[in-house]
């Protein structure tokens, strides 16, 4: 199937991924090609077989748990649903977000970086391949390693100054680098989108006002702006030695406008040999 290709967008929390991926979806479809957008949360609660489904909900409730695993609100330990319909009609990621953390623990955090890894080796082999295998143009807003390396970087925060515990987290962070970087995880064309962190800022409060569960360390008990950007800035770091280590083409970002950014993006990326392949052919 030649023209199957798997595009995944990296970028910090707000920075456009979304908007870019969905531009260059309607741009395909437009040119007529088979285009596929899948994401984890896209399969969740979408008319799908018990496998992978069951799994997929199960895992993906348990990150959450993981990450407040230990932690206590208002002097309370913090008791999250153990079901994913009673986690999801409880409206129970919203609710995180407004909770005031006390007393996080660092193990859950990490742990919860593994169950994301277990989550998308499984995506990645029931969803993505098999849609790929079918000569579909995979789109992927957000390459999944974002929330893991997140995950990690707040259970380092909650591990710093202890030496042995700050080991473990480098080395998960070189692992999920690895992983995310193996062939059937890594996607063909990778676009990193790169930009200032407070225009991502100003631009996520300009569209919901508030800041989501993983977008600042409030599940390591610090919430807000100065919050968000501390961890989006060592995201971002750590975002640009992985793209420049998978060979992905970056697209900058400004404060030029929605349109001549997005503009600018597609040519970029149009332009990528891998699609030009596709396009051409
Ligand atoms: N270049 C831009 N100029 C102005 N606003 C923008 C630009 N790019 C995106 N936005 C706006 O910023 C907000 C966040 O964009 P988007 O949802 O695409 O980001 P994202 O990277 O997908 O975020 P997330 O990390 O939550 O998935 C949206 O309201 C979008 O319209
Ligand atoms: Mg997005």
Redesign the pocket.
């Known amino acids: 199937m030649s023209g199957s290709l798997y595009v995944s967008f990296l970028?910090?929390?707000?920075?456009?991924?979304?908007?870019?991926a969905t531009a260059l979806a309607q741009t395909l479809e437009a040119a007529g090609l088979p285009v596929r957008q899948i994401s984890w949360r896209g399969v969740l609660d979408a008319p799908a077989p018990a496998w992978p489904q069951d799994a997929l909900q199960q895992l993906w409730l348990e990150t959450f748990r993981l990450l407040y695993g230990g932690a206590r609100s208002r002097g309370e330990w913090l008791s999250l649903p153990r079901d994913y319909r009673e986690w999801r009609d409880g409206d129970w990621e919203r609710r995180l977000e407004e909770l005031p953390v006390e007393a996080a623990r660092p193990s859950g955090p990490l742990a919860a970086a593994l169950v994301e890894l277990a989550g998308n080796l499984i995506l990645a082999d029931e969803m993505i391949r098999p849609a790929l295998r079918q000569g579909e143009i995979v789109i992927q807003?957000?390459f999944p390693f974002?929330h893991t390396l997140k995950e990690i970087l707040i259970g380092r925060r909650l591990v710093s100054g202890n030496g042995e515990w700050e080991g473990v987290a480098k080395a998960l962070e070189t692992l999920v680098t690895d992983f995310f970087g193996s062939p059937p995880l890594r996607p063909d064309l990778g676009i990193l989108?790169d930009g200032p962190v407070d225009?991502?800022y100003e631009?996520?409060m300009?569209?919901t006002g508030r800041l989501?569960v993983l977008?600042d360390y409030g599940a390591a008990g610090d919430r807000g702006m100065e919050s968000f950007r501390a961890l989006q800035e060592e995201t971002a770091r750590i975002f640009r030695s992985a793209a420049r280590q998978w060979g992905w083409a970056v697209h900058r970002?400004d404060?030029s406008?929605?349109e001549s950014?997005?503009r600018r993006g597609l040519d970029l990326i149009l332009d990528q040999p891998q699609l030009r392949g596709i396009i051409g052919g």
């Open positions: 970028g910090v929390d707000g920075i456009g991924k979304t908007t870019m807003e957000t974002k989108v225009l991502a631009w996520r300009s569209q989501s977008e970002v404060d406008g929605l950014n997005v």
